[in-house]
């Protein structure tokens, strides 16, 4: 994985993402055993040669590892929207950069709820360090003039 992360910045990539897919299937004690020591393996060969590149982690259903998840090394958490991002700012602290953290069934409602949420979203993550983004991809069916207006009023916020 850190070869293909270094094989990938070499290549221009100016930031990457983990996806941890299996991480929160384990116990807190197991996360601790067999997938944190080789996360921060990773982190630790990446920033060996690519020190500036940027690695965001995201495991879906994270909640209940947000504290270790942060003990990887990696500069972003990604959090899914099943986390309130001001309760993940708390237990993460704000030297690490949050990602985040839009429900992505949001879109299904309408502009100004979309654009509330966003703003709700953006207000809980404060304004340092965090990326906005959805939770989680984008839904099938999900209509894409409600996509475009996500990124509109992304695009709209200053911090």
């Not at 990539?13 to 299996?22: E, T």
């Not at 996360?39 to 947000?66: C, E, F, Q, R």
């Not at 500069?75 to 700012?89: G, K, M, Q, Y």
């Amino acid at each position: 994985m850190a070869n293909y992360i270094c094989y990938q910045a070499d290549n221009g990539a100016q930031v990457v993402q983990i996806f941890d897919s299996w991480a929160t299937e384990l116990s807190p004690v197991d996360f601790e055993e067999f997938s944190l020591p080789y996360l921060k393996y990773i982190v630790v060969s990446v920033k060996k040669t690519h020190p500036n590149l940027p690695l965001i982690l995201y495991a879906s259903g994270s909640g209940g590892l947000l504290e270790r998840l942060s003990l990887s090394g990696v500069d972003v958490i990604s959090l899914d929207w099943t986390v309130d991002i001001a309760e993940a700012r708390r237990r993460i602290g704000r030297d690490i950069a949050v990602q985040g953290n839009v429900d992505p069934g949001a879109l299904f409602g309408s502009k100004d709820f979309i654009t509330k949420r966003i703003y709700d979203t953006v207000s809980k993550a404060g304004n340092n360090k965090h990326i906005l983004n959805l939770g989680h991809g984008v839904l099938l069916g999900t209509p894409e003039d409600n996509v475009a207006h996500f990124f509109e009023v992304a695009k709209g916020i200053r911090y």
